[in-house]
């Protein structure tokens, strides 16, 4: 048996160059038995964690808490009047003052005699006659005390044979609806929530009165006015004004006014009841609008969360997250972070399976070959065709491991483009020292021009380090397409606000309807005559892959003369200037 093991030009085809091997190696054809298949693990689903639908919304509960107590806490402060029942208090201490100070002076004209030495003093009978008289005119309670301190006369007690008869005015029945009754109870439930705090003396009824019981009085009877304010037990007010009741400046004794404070309580029920329906109103309106506010907010977040929950538990991609981007607001910003973010995930996951498609390929190949090699190489008897057979060997290994290296940095690439600080890089100074470099390993390859302009600023935002890995691999690239006497040529320059770079060499050019495909991964266009897996077919793809990071883009062309023919390529990259 003949063995051909001349090399071939060109890249063959990993299968074909598989099948080459077997038909050279093998003295008998034999029937191979099919590659052992990957099985897939079973991954275990993530843990659906139950969430109790609420009831109501918690955001609804903290809107309507917030604006209700907005709206109570300065209610509570205007139904406590305490200035504006302090100015009902003082107007009616005025009017009993002067309502005292007419029925004294009718006291001392009327109530009032000369003794039989001369001296003047008080009638009981014509100054309780006159008093029952002014006082059915007033409606308040007028008592009079001598000089001793005695009671005189009381506007609410008759003397009569039987005794002394207590007059206790009741005010007429009111007619009260359901409707008024209820807002009554209401009322009362309200200020019995009010923190009650007695101000004044609390009052009693003294039988039998004096004078010495009420400071007022004793005021009176030394000739000035007195003014006192008392508080009953359910919360009423009593007024006592007394005046001097004289006769040509001579004290004869003191007036005792009294007024209940059902006026100043009726006044202030009023004030309190119209504080209270403007609260009612506004109530109403406050958690309307609570409502309408909670609808507006909490009900798109809580659907948003729900969509959420479907992506993150369906097994498709049929769910679609609402679109809010025409409110115009957060929740219109987040909806449409969320569908970004969404359609960034599955393109993501899209590319993961691509590429570990496209690895699982790739690594196939050479394992294919290897694994043919291998299992004939024990069948050989010739030592010659064993060593040629395990130089394949070696070559399928490096290629491998150089694949599997290339495919270890370019899935490592984006874990480390987004935690990597980037900082200002200067273009000009890279490629300068990049074209040393190349001038200095470059052997027999290519010379390197580089052309940068002058007074331009070329500094970038960027990582320097994978900015570096892009022009090499681009000048790399160039040197290994550039024919003998070829040239790679560089050439830097500030376009608006981006900086824009060029590397052109002499080559072949690319392949028509190739422009845009030579940046896929894997894909490899060698030039004639390279050993089949030098490259594996990566650089291009992460070139592409750093500058879109940055921000840049990248593209590739052929240089053309004026007759059509390809003088060679060139790829030009443009980034942001920083």
């Known amino acids: 048996m003949t063995l051909s ?3 071939r030009l060109g890249p ?13 190696l093998q003295p008998t054809l034999r029937r191979e038995r099919p590659a052992p298949t990957l099985r897939a693990e079973r991954v275990a689903p993530l843990p659906r964690v139950r969430r109790r639908r609420r009831r109501t919304s918690p955001l609804l509960r903290r809107i309507l808490t917030l604006n209700v107590l907005a709206l109570i806490i300065p209610i509570v402060g205007l139904l406590y ?7 009902l ?16 002076v009718a006291l001392g004209e009327t109530g009032v005699t000369a003794g039989d030495l001369g001296d003047e003093k008080l009638m009981p009978e014509a100054a309780r006659l006159t008093l029952r008289r002014m006082v059915e005119i007033s409606k308040n309670r007028a008592r009079l005390f001598a000089l001793d301190g005695s009671l005189v006369a009381d506007s609410l007690s008759l003397l009569t044979p039987e005794g002394q008869i207590v007059i206790v005015p009741l005010e007429p029945p009111k007619p009260q609806s359901l409707f008024e009754a209820l807002l009554n109870d209401i009322y009362d439930w309200v200020v019995e929530l009010l923190p009650s705090s007695r101000r004044w003396p609390l009052y009693r009824e003294n039988s039998p009165d004096r004078a010495d019981i009420y400071p007022e009085v004793g005021r009176a009877l030394a000739g000035e006015v007195g003014r006192a304010v008392y508080e009953r037990t359910s919360g009423s007010v009593v007024l006592h004004v007394a005046v001097p009741v004289q006769r040509y400046r001579q004290v004869m004794g003191a007036l005792l006014m009294s007024s209940e404070g059902g006026a100043i309580d009726a006044a202030v029920r009023s004030v309190r009841f119209d504080i209270l329906k403007v609260f009612g109103v506004a109530l109403a ?4 609008l609570s409502l309408y506010l909670a609808r507006t907010i909490a009900r798109p977040i809580r659907r948003l969360a729900e969509i959420a929950e479907r992506v993150r538990r369906g097994q498709g991609r049929q769910i679609d997250i609402p679109d809010f981007t025409r409110r115009r607001d957060e929740i219109g910003d987040l909806s449409g972070a969320l569908r970004d973010m969404t359609a960034a995930l599955w393109a993501r996951m899209d590319a993961i399976e691509r590429f570990a498609a496209d690895v699982a390929h790739e690594i196939k190949n050479p394992l294919t070959s290897l694994r043919s090699a ?10 010659k065709q064993q060593k040629r057979l395990i130089t394949i060997i070696l070559d399928d290994v490096e290629r491998l491991n150089r694949l599997i290296s290339d495919i270890s940095d370019a899935s490592r690439l984006d874990a ?3 935690r990597a600080e980037m900082g200002p890089v200067d273009i000009a100074n890279m490629l300068r020292a990049l074209a040393d470099l190349h001038e200095v390993t470059k052997g027999d390859g290519p010379p390197l021009k580089i052309e940068i302009a002058s007074l331009q600023s070329l500094v970038v935002h960027g990582i320097e380090g994978r900015l570096v890995q892009v022009w090499r691999n681009l000048i790399s690239n160039a040197a290994s397409f550039s024919p003998p006497g070829g040239s790679i040529r560089i050439a830097a320059a500030r376009e608006g606000d981006r900086v824009r770079v060029s590397v052109a060499d002499d080559g072949p050019g690319i392949p028509v309807g190739k422009l845009t495909a030579i940046f896929d991964r894997f894909y490899s266009e060698r030039p004639a005559g390279e050993k089949f897996g030098t490259h594996s077919g990566l650089g291009l793809s992460i070139s592409r892959q750093i500058v879109e990071a940055h921000g840049g883009h990248i593209a590739a062309e052929n ?9 060679g390529a060139v790829f030009i990259v443009t980034l942001p200037a920083g």
């Not at 063959?12 to 050279?24: N, S, T």
């Open 285 to 288: 309106i406050t958690i309307l």
């Open 559 to 567: 240089r053309t003369a004026p007759d059509g023919r390809i003088l």
């Open 12 to 24: 063959p085809d990993a299968g074909a160059l598989a099948a080459e091997k077997r038909e050279a």
């Open 416 to 418: 480390e483009l987004s």
């Open 81 to 87: 009047l305490d200035q504006y029942r302090d100015s």
């Open 374 to 383: 291998v299992e004939t190489v024990a069948r050989l008897e010739d030592p």
């Open 89 to 104: 208090i003082t107007a009616e201490l005025e009017a009993l003052k002067t309502e005292g100070q007419l029925f004294a």
């Open 5 to 7: 093991l001349e090399p």
